[in-house]
């Protein structure tokens, strides 16, 4: 029953990471907008920086990986190995979440010293779309970090090596 539990446990993490990530890929990806002021015309999009792009690939390649370890049987002895990946799952996302936080900053509120000027007064809905997917991609992020302790605990029970 103990094991059933914990099996469930981190099917439901694995599924909510899984859904998280896919929404960050999802909302980011149709994250566009066009605007006009004066006579000039602005298109945003996600793919205009490559921050974002690292983000949606990162939350990407989360989103494949936590797929197809729902399908790994436990009895496999690949969970050793699903436990360095975990692990590399969530440094990636935790580089392109900082990478894409960085831009969406300057999206917001520009740089005075180097001469930008904030965007999202223009293109509002593109910069809520952005907001979004990078609170889906924290979630993920988080829940990750859940991954990786319970991946961790699994693999080296320390319950298990009290009996011995």
């Given at each position: ?5 914990k099996r469930i446990g981190g099917l439901v993490l694995r599924l909510a990471a899984f ?105 509002p809905k593109f910069c809520d779309q952005i907001t979004g997917a990078l609170i889906a ?18 693999v080296v029970d320390p319950f298990l090596l009290q009996k011995s």
């Amino acid at each position: 029953m103990v094991k059933l539990t914990k099996r469930i446990g981190g099917l439901v993490l694995r599924l909510a990471a899984f859904g998280a990530a896919l929404a960050a890929v999802v909302v980011m990806v149709t994250s566009h907008e066009r605007a006009s002021f004066f006579a000039v015309s602005l298109e945003a999009k996600y793919t205009d920086m490559a921050s974002f792009k690292y983000f949606v690939i990162a939350n990407a390649v989360v989103t494949v990986y936590s797929f197809l370890v729902l399908f790994l049987p436990k009895e496999s002895l690949l969970w050793k190995f699903v436990v360095v990946l975990d692990l590399v799952m969530t440094m990636l996302l935790t580089s392109s979440l900082s990478a894409a936080l960085a831009v969406a900053q300057v999206g917001k509120k520009g740089n005075a010293n180097a001469g930008w000027l904030p965007i999202c007064g223009q293109v509002p809905k593109f910069c809520d779309q952005i907001t979004g997917a990078l609170i889906a991609g924290f979630v993920a992020l988080v829940l990750y970090v859940f991954l990786l302790l319970y991946s961790l605990h699994s693999v080296v029970d320390p319950f298990l090596l009290q009996k011995s």
